[in-house]
C-alpha cells in the first residue's frame, strides 16, 4: 500500500482529494494545522468506510516542527505521493497591502511547499517511483484583484513544478500543477451567484471538490506516468 501525504486536508478540496486517494487503496495522511478537528473527523469516515488514513497537525511554516513531524511518517516507509494544496487567503488591493499580509500569504504556499517536500524527496527517489502534484489557482493563471499576494505564491508553485519535474524525471517520478477554478463551497456561493457565474465561467457552474480530486487522483496514479511538469487548468473553460 503506497502512503500518501495532503496538506491542507481540513479544506473541502483537500479533504475531496484525501478520500479519492483513499479509495484507490492508499493510506492517506491528513494534515491540518488550525483545524485538526475536521481533519480528524475526515480520516475517522475514512476509516469507518474500512479504508486506511489518519490525520495529523503541525505548522508547514516552521521547518523543524514540520520536519519531526515528516520524520515520524518516514519512519514507517517513504511518502510516494504527495499533494502540496495548504494553502490561505488573505486579501487586499496592493496599495494598501501591509507587508505581513503579503508574507504570511507567501509562507504558507511557498515556504511551506518547501518544508514539506524536500524531506521526503530523497525517500521517495529510493524507491524509484513518485507523484508530487501542487495545487495553485485560476488567480495565479489569470490574476485577480485583491490578490497579488495569493496569485504570486500560488504562480510560484508552477515555477517548482517546472523545475522538480527536471530534476526528477529520470527517477520515475512525476510533478505536476493543478489549478482550479470557482469551485463550491459555502463561500463561493455568497461570492458567486447563479448569474455571476453564468458571466464569468463558459460552463456557467462552480466545479466541484470532487471534480477537483478526481484529476488529482488520476494524476497520482500509474496511468499517468508520462504527464509531467504541466499546469491543468480546471475552471470551466475560463480563460
Known amino acids: 500500500m503506497r502512503r ?8 473541502i478540496i483537500g479533504a475531496a482529494i484525501a478520500r479519492t486517494l483513499a479509495t484507490t487503496g492508499h493510506h492517506v495522511y491528513l494534515h491540518a494545522n488550525t483545524q485538526l478537528e475536521k481533519a480528524q473527523s475526515i480520516a475517522d469516515e475514512i476509516t ?3 479504508l486506511s488514513a489518519e ?10 516542527e514540520t520536519r519531526m513531524a515528516l520524520a515520524g511518517m518516514l519512519a514507517a516507509g517513504p511518502i510516494q505521493i504527495l499533494v502540496n ?15 505581513e499580509q503579503w508574507a504570511r ?9 518547501f518544508n514539506v517536500t524536500q524531506p521526503l524527496l530523497l525517500p521517495m527517489i529510493r524507491t524509484r517511483w513518485g507523484r508530487i502534484v501542487n495545487i495553485s489557482s485560476v488567480a495565479a493563471v489569470m490574476g485577480n484583484r485583491g490578490q497579488a499576494n495569493y496569485a504570486a ?9 517546472r523545475t522538480l519535474c527536471l530534476e526528477l524525471a529520470s527517477r520515475g517520478i512525476t510533478v505536476n500543477t493543478v489549478a482550479p477554478g470557482i469551485i463550491a463551497s459555502p463561500a463561493t456561493a455568497e461570492l458567486f451567484p447563479r ?6 465561467v463558459p460552463m456557467q457552474r462552480a466545479g466541484t471538490p470532487e471534480e477537483v480530486a478526481e484529476l488529482v487522483g488520476f494524476l497520482a496514479s500509474e496511468k499517468a506516468g508520462y504527464i509531467s511538469g504541466q499546469l491543468l487548468n480546471i475552471n470551466g473553460g475560463m480563460a
Open 4 to 11: 500518501a501525504l495532503v496538506t491542507g486536508a481540513s479544506g
Open 48 to 50: 469507518h468506510a474500512g
Open 55 to 64: 490525520a495529523m497537525r503541525f505548522d508547514i511554516t516552521k521547518p523543524d
Open 85 to 99: 494544496n495548504a494553502g490561505i487567503h488573505d486579501d487586499a488591493v496592493m496599495p494598501g497591502m501591509q507587508a
Open 105 to 113: 500569504v507567501i509562507d504558507v504556499s511557498l515556504n511551506g511547499f
Open 153 to 161: 505564491a500560488k504562480a510560484g508553485l508552477h515555477g517548482a513544478t
Open 195 to 200: 448569474e455571476t457565474l453564468a458571466k464569468m
